[in-house]
């Protein structure tokens, strides 16, 4: 899965509603924002990499305070934030259900701070491939997009339905992209694996 990301990011409103698309906004509406950025775990990196910007006044956020908290206090601070109509910019990652929940819009980073956007890889171990070939070729051929991914989390996290039932759904509204994951794929009879 290429494309995900893992910075600053603030609730899909907020962005459109002030003009926020990048880390370099953020400082001219401070006060909306009371100068805080909500982060997740102390000694995280990502905290890390925000308390940073802020001992380096990146864009201009020297006077900016990092607040931080565990994951769950941070998203139901954006929770209730997003609830009264307050702007908040919180670290955010996907994928995850805070993208869809959020409609969460990761900020701009022209002065590269952050690392970029990441990858997310599957892995298996020395001679897999070898001895399982149609399980190696059906994982080549996987693949989702972030989007779907979050959604998948929100379904099941917040949602809380149940595994099984969100991958059925999934199949029946996207039989060609299942179809995708098969191709070079062979049963265990040597056919060509169908849905």
Not at 25 to 44: M, Q, V
């Amino acid at each position: 899965m290429k494309g995900t990301e893992y910075a600053p990011a603030v609730p899909g409103d907020v962005a459109e509603k002030l003009g926020i698309e990048s880390l370099a906004d953020l400082d001219a509406n401070g006060a909306r924002f009371g100068r805080k950025i909500y982060g997740i775990e102390a000694g995280s990196p990502g905290n890390e990499t925000i308390q940073k910007a802020i001992d380096e006044d990146a864009y201009g956020l020297g006077d900016w305070k990092l607040v931080a908290s565990g994951t769950p206090a941070m998203l139901a601070q954006v929770e209730k934030s997003q609830k009264a109509g307050q702007p908040i910019v919180f670290l955010g990652w996907s994928p995850h259900w805070m993208t869809v929940q959020f409609d969460a819009a990761f900020l701009e980073d022209p002065d590269k701070v952050w690392g970029g956007a990441g990858e997310i890889r599957t892995v298996t171990r020395k001679g897999f491939e070898d001895e399982n070939p149609e399980i190696a070729e059906f994982l080549s051929n996987l693949s989702f997009t972030t989007d779907e991914a979050g959604q998948f989390y929100y379904d099941h996290d917040k949602s809380g339905k149940e595994l099984a039932d969100i991958a059925k759904a999934w199949i029946v509204d996207d039989p060609e992209k299942v179809a995708r994951f098969l191709d070079g794929v062979e049963d265990a009879d040597g056919e060509k694996a169908e849905i």
